[in-house]
Antibody, heavy 123, light 111 residues
Framework: QVQLQESGPGLVKPSETLSLTCTVS????????WSWIRQPPGKGLEWIGY???????NYNPSLKSRVTISVDTSKNQFSLKLSSVTAADTAVYYC?????????????????WGQGTMVTVSS | QSVLTQPPSVSGAPGQRVTISCTGT?????????VYWYQQVLGTAPKLLIY???NRPSGVPDRFSGSKSGTSASLAISGLQAEDEADYYC???????????FGGGTKLTVL
């Protein structure tokens, strides 16, 4: 059974870099798409970006200048870095894996999710 | 403000059928991009209900069904149950934004 677990600081100061890690258990990182998605308190979902298999990435253009997603296959982990954070970046951050079935994979279908981790940006 | 528009809330009595709409534009749903639907119970992570417009992952009851026409998509829930009370989100790709986007979410209340 595949499980995802986010970890990282729950409080980040404005202008600093938010760093989160998602640890994958029950399956190897390959060959799926691994995404970060966030949800501000009381609001909807926002896709941040993904990393695929060997390390190719795709980011939401609205965040692209501040986002880096990387993978450490030896630890079965992938990570998110979001720089120059402001209060608007306060949210629950989820990591997620895409859905594959019968040999077909759907990069945009987020099938397995972590429980989410709340990150507050405040001084 | 999302490019995918959902009604803020819908409601229905147990056993009834409800539908949740997701209205897009020619840059997303109307361009033929797949639509996905998620259920989010309060305080938990979203759960994938529908992928590629109308397909259910294994384990999702057939009470949930998805459809798409033109620039809109819909999620139908039949035989409404108390545990269906949750927020529901649609998702697609938007070529103008070059990003996967979510609707604003719809809160389903089971009366």
């Amino acid at each position: 059974q595949v499980q995802l677990q986010e970890s990282g600081p729950g409080l980040v100061k404005p202008s600093e870099t938010l760093s989160l890690t998602c640890t994958v258990s029950g399956h190897s990182i390959s060959p799926y798409y691994w995404s970060w998605i966030r949800q501000p308190p009381g609001k909807g979902l926002e896709w941040i970006g993904y990393i695929y298999d060997s390390g190719s990435t795709n980011y939401n253009p609205s965040l692209k200048s501040r986002v880096t997603i990387s993978v450490d296959t030896s630890k079965n982990q992938f990570s998110l870095k979001l720089s120059s954070v402001t209060a608007a970046d306060t949210a629950v951050y989820y990591c997620a894996r895409n859905y594959c079935n019968d040999g077909a994979c759907y990069p945009a279908a987020f099938d397995i999710w972590g429980q989410g981790t709340m990150v507050t940006v405040s001084s | 403000q999302s490019v995918l528009t959902q009604p803020p809330s819908v409601s229905g009595a147990p056993g009834q059928r409800v539908t949740i709409s997701c209205t897009g534009t020619g840059s997303n749903i109307g361009a033929g991009y797949d639509v996905y639907w998620y259920q989010q119970v309060l305080g938990t992570a979203p759960k994938l209900l529908i992928y590629a417009d109308a397909n259910r992952p294994s384990g999702v009851p057939d009470r949930f069904s998805g459809s798409k026409s033109g620039t809109s998509a819909s999620l139908a829930i039949s035989g409404l149950q108390a545990e269906d009370e949750a927020d529901y989100y649609c998702q697609s790709y938007d070529t103008s934004l070059s990003a996967w986007v979510f609707g604003g979410g719809t809160k389903l209340t089971v009366l």
